[in-house]
Every structure is written in structure tokens, then in C-alpha cells.
């Protein structure tokens, strides 16, 4: 953050003229701007909601915006994910570094923070450290259960958003004023059970609605303004042109295990599995144990004698029994040609390590 907007965001000095049409918007004004600029957001996923949530967060001037996306550009995320260009592809760029790099050229005077990273129970403490709301652009329920719960032990507000085919919906929690996540669903929905980005496709203007909505909650809670924030489940079908509300409220009978019960079992580790098929892509997340690191450059020497690879300092990319294996220096692996997270598994332990 430049000096300038430090001290505009404690109240010193005039504000960047850069956001003067949002302060003539009356519900933000200058005081709800300056809060903006002291504020902090944490963008979980760097996808299609991630991608359209940060830039109109970053523009918006909130003070802070860290980015964590597990994932690197690819050309089938050119359709819908906004920041990411044909060069970010073909460089094999973690997303999160390719976003933090268009967002700097944006808006060069807040601090923006690319991690390429999980968010998993041993990682989110330290991730979410500082922030003020966390918005979700993750593509699984997994970690939206994760977010719920520590947003809910630590009473921080968190910002629910899904997108596939032409349908999304988003809901703001604010622990302690309403209704959690798992008020609405007691558990994920059982594998194959609803359409996913492969079985569906997406509508980039589906993503950049729910993302618009999700930002505009943000910058609400952010500015001070929490009486303005959204009640209840936002619904949208762009193809239909609808707009519905459910409303929520705390669950009470039986009693919600979150926010009345306070049982946090993904911030335990209960829920969380070792592999993750990512939305949109026939592929395999396997994550290896907290605090594991890998030497790309010596993992690269083994792997040519096998097949073709490519690296750079981010990871490793290399073809193998009909997959696609990248590994990354956390020694995540993402196993691109299979679903079957036991084949996953297998091929990582084999080329990679147990």
C-alpha cells in the first residue's frame, strides 16, 4: 500500500480520486470509502467467482485483498475466468500469481497478496489471519464447510457463492445474526448427485453475477454498512432471467451443529479427504501431509527419464501412463486424465513419493 492511501484509510489526507464516483454513491461516501481502504478481504479460489470478486474488490479499494488458488492457468479457464490471458496459459502460471499480477496494474495503492496454496484445517488460521470477510470462489463443498466453520468460531462474516450451467446462488453468514451454511445443508451432497462444471458447462455471465453479488456483500460489511447486507439465499438463472430470495433463518430444530451446537469438524480435519476432483476438469487433486516440500529440480531429473517434462520455479509439469502429473512445490499434485482419486493416489506415491 502506497503511503498516500495509508493515510487515507486512517482518516488523513484527501482520498484517491480514482474512487470519487463511488463516494457520490450515498450509501459508501467518503467514510464508508476510508473504511474500504482500511479493510481487509481473503478470496478463497481464483476461478471463475474468484477471478471477477478480486478485480471488483481491488477496485473497488478495499485496503487488502489476498488471493489462495491450489491451481495454474490453463486455456479452458479463458472462457470465464476474466484476469488470465493466453501468455498466463502457455507460461503454466499459478493462478493466484497470475491474478496478483494483473490486480497490481489495476490498482498499484492497496496491498495484494497472491498464495499459491490449499486452504486446508492446518492452513486456514494462518491464511485468513487479519482479514475482515472471506468470499468464497471455491469450486467444492469441502472447503465452503471449512470456511463456515472458522468463520463461525471466529465471528468473522463470510460470503457463500456457487456457479454451473446458467444457475448460481450466494448467501452472506454473519455469525451470531443469522443463519450459517450448514443451516442450509447438513452435509455436501453425496458425489455425482448434482451437475458440476463437467457434466453442465458454465456460463461466464453467471460466474460474473454471483462474483458481483458476492463483492457487492463485501464491500457492504467492509464500509461499515451490515444493516444493507442480503437476508437469506440469492438464486440467479441468467438464461432465464430470474432473480429469487429464499429466506433463512438459524436452525433451531433439529439445533444447527455449527452455529448453535458449535461442532467444527472440518476445522478438525473430519470431512477433508486427501484427494479433491476439480470443478471443470477430468482431474485429481492429491494433497500430501501439512509441511511437506518437494525439489522440483531433482523431481524433474527423475521424471525425464520417464517422459517429456516441463518446470518452472512454480512446478513441474510431466506426461505419464496417460496422465497429466504437476506437481508443485508444496508438494501438491494435480493428476489431469482420471477422476479416480485411488489412481491419483497410486501414480503420485509412484512418482512423486508415498
Same mark, same amino acid.
Given at each position: 500500500? =502506497?503511503? &498516500? %492511501?495509508? %493515510?487515507? #484509510?486512517?482518516?488523513? &489526507?484527501?482520498?484517491?480520486?480514482?474512487?470519487?464516483?463511488?463516494?457520490?454513491? *450515498?450509501?459508501?461516501?467518503?467514510?464508508?470509502?476510508?473504511?474500504?481502504?482500511?479493510?481487509?478481504?481473503?478470496?478463497?479460489?481464483?476461478?471463475?467467482?474468484?477471478?471477477?470478486?478480486?478485480?471488483?474488490?481491488?477496485?473497488?479499494?478495499?485496503?487488502?485483498v489476498?488471493?489462495?488458488?491450489?491451481?495454474?492457468?490453463?486455456?479452458?479457464?479463458?472462457?470465464?475466468?476474466?484476469?488470465?490471458?493466453?501468455?498466463?496459459?502457455?507460461?503454466?502460471?499459478?493462478?493466484?500469481?497470475?491474478?496478483?499480477?494483473?490486480?497490481?496494474?489495476?490498482?498499484?495503492?492497496?496491498?495484494?497478496?497472491?498464495i499459491?496454496?490449499?486452504?486446508t484445517?492446518?492452513?486456514?488460521?494462518r491464511?485468513?489471519?487479519?482479514?475482515?470477510?472471506?468470499?468464497?470462489? =471455491?469450486?467444492?463443498f469441502?472447503?465452503?464447510?471449512?470456511?463456515?466453520?472458522?468463520?463461525?468460531?471466529?465471528?468473522?462474516?463470510?460470503?457463500?457463492?456457487?456457479?454451473?450451467?446458467?444457475?448460481?446462488?450466494?448467501?452472506?453468514?454473519?455469525?451470531?445474526?443469522?443463519?450459517?451454511?450448514t443451516?442450509?445443508?447438513e452435509?455436501?451432497?453425496?458425489?455425482? #448427485?448434482s451437475?458440476t462444471?463437467? =457434466?453442465?458447462?458454465?456460463?461466464?455471465?453467471?460466474?460474473?453475477?454471483?462474483?458481483?453479488?458476492?463483492?457487492?456483500?463485501?464491500?457492504?460489511?467492509?464500509?461499515?454498512?451490515?444493516?444493507?447486507?442480503?437476508?437469506?439465499? =440469492?438464486?440467479?438463472?441468467?438464461?432465464? %432471467?430470474?432473480?429469487?430470495?429464499?429466506?433463512?433463518a438459524?436452525?433451531?430444530?433439529?439445533?444447527?451443529?455449527?452455529?448453535?451446537?458449535?461442532?467444527?469438524?472440518?476445522?478438525?480435519?473430519?470431512?477433508?479427504?486427501?484427494?479433491?476432483?476439480?470443478? &471443470?476438469?477430468? %482431474?485429481?487433486?492429491?494433497?500430501?501431509?501439512?509441511?511437506?516440500?518437494?525439489?522440483?529440480?531433482?523431481l524433474?531429473?527423475?521424471?525425464? *527419464?520417464v517422459?517429456?517434462?516441463?518446470?518452472?520455479?512454480?512446478?513441474?509439469?510431466?506426461?505419464?501412463?496417460?496422465?497429466e502429473?504437476?506437481?508443485?512445490?508444496?508438494?501438491?499434485?494435480?493428476?489431469s486424465?482420471?477422476?479416480?482419486?485411488e489412481?491419483?493416489?497410486?501414480?503420485?506415491?509412484?512418482?512423486? &513419493?508415498?
Open positions: 500500500m =502506497t503511503s &498516500g %492511501s495509508q %493515510s487515507a #484509510s486512517r482518516g488523513e &489526507g484527501p482520498v484517491d480520486p480514482r474512487y470519487s464516483r463511488q463516494i457520490l454513491f *450515498a450509501e459508501i461516501g467518503e467514510e464508508g470509502q476510508r473504511r474500504l481502504l482500511a479493510g481487509s478481504a481473503l478470496v478463497v479460489g481464483c476461478g471463475a467467482l474468484g477471478c471477477a470478486i478480486a478485480e471488483l474488490l481491488v477496485r473497488a479499494g478495499v485496503g487488502r489476498r488471493i489462495v488458488d491450489r491451481d495454474l492457468v490453463e486455456s479452458t479457464n479463458l472462457q470465464r475466468q476474466i484476469l488470465f490471458d493466453e501468455a498466463d496459459a502457455r507460461a503454466l502460471l499459478p493462478k493466484a500469481e497470475a491474478a496478483a499480477a494483473k490486480l497490481r496494474a489495476i490498482n498499484s495503492g492497496i496491498a495484494i497478496e497472491g499459491v496454496g490449499d486452504l484445517p492446518d492452513t486456514i488460521g491464511l485468513a489471519e487479519g482479514m475482515d470477510v472471506l468470499v468464497d470462489g =471455491t469450486d467444492n469441502e472447503t465452503r464447510f471449512l470456511l463456515n466453520d472458522y468463520a463461525v468460531r471466529e465471528g468473522l462474516p463470510w460470503i457463500y457463492g456457487a456457479a454451473v450451467g446458467s444457475y448460481g446462488v450466494t448467501m452472506t453468514v454473519l455469525p451470531g445474526e443469522g443463519p450459517c451454511l443451516c442450509l445443508f452435509a455436501a451432497p453425496p458425489p455425482g #448427485s451437475p462444471c463437467d =457434466t453442465a458447462g458454465i456460463l461466464a455471465s453467471v460466474a460474473v453475477t454471483i462474483a458481483s453479488l458476492e463483492a457487492a456483500e463485501a464491500i457492504k460489511i467492509l464500509s461499515g454498512r451490515r444493516e444493507a447486507v442480503s437476508k437469506g439465499l =440469492t438464486i440467479v438463472d441468467v438464461w432465464e %432471467s430470474r432473480f429469487d430470495r429464499m429466506q433463512a438459524r436452525r433451531t430444530d433439529p439445533p444447527c451443529a455449527t452455529c448453535v451446537e458449535r461442532r467444527f469438524p472440518h476445522l478438525e480435519g473430519r470431512g477433508m479427504s486427501q484427494t479433491t476432483t476439480l470443478c &471443470g476438469r477430468n %482431474s485429481v487433486q492429491v494433497s500430501p501431509p501439512p509441511g511437506s516440500r518437494v525439489d522440483l529440480a531433482a524433474a531429473a527423475r521424471l525425464a *527419464a517422459g517429456p517434462v516441463e518446470r518452472n520455479r512454480f512446478l513441474l509439469r510431466a506426461n505419464l501412463e496417460g496422465v502429473l504437476t506437481v508443485f512445490g508444496d508438494g501438491r499434485a494435480i493428476v486424465g482420471t477422476k479416480e482419486g489412481r491419483a493416489r497410486a501414480l503420485y506415491a509412484r512418482y512423486v &513419493g508415498a
